[in-house]
């Protein structure tokens, strides 16, 4: 009898171990395929009314893991950080965002977390120099770097 009790208590920890262990990994580590950023593709065009569109493509290890990872791209802008637009998902799974400013350079970074908040990768990396991919109006292409 105790022997049919001590497995599945053993099982369980083992569960839960691996479950915590994964919860407390570093950006970028721990996380499945899906929310390890590998880079970008962007279009950022000039423009002579004075509003910038971008629209960025961020690149994943594996396609997106639709409904159970967050996908943010943040720009810092002269007026303070701003969230862009979740827009869609490209054919490959990848996530797809567009940010409409008035700021003519903006620093963008993007994350991949949990719902629970836990951030699984962030690019470029919080200790990165600098920490955010600068972008000037009339730039497109995509950036070493953004991993």
Known sequence: MKR?????????????????????????????????????????????????????QVSLAAPACLARISYRLFAVTDTGTVEATLTGYSAEGYPQFQLDTTDSTICVYATTSAANGHVYDRAPN?????????????????????T
């Open 4 to 56: 049919l009790i001590i497995v599945p208590l053993a099982a369980a920890a083992m569960v839960a171990a691996a479950f915590t262990g994964t919860a407390q990994a570093a950006p970028g580590e721990g996380g499945p395929a899906c929310t390890d950023i590998t880079g970008e593709t962007h279009n950022f065009p000039s423009s002579t009314t004075g509003t910038y569109t971008l629209r960025m």
């Open 126 to 146: 919080a200790d990165a120099t600098p920490d955010c991919l600068e972008l000037t109006a009339g730039s497109s292409g995509g950036a070493v770097g953004f």
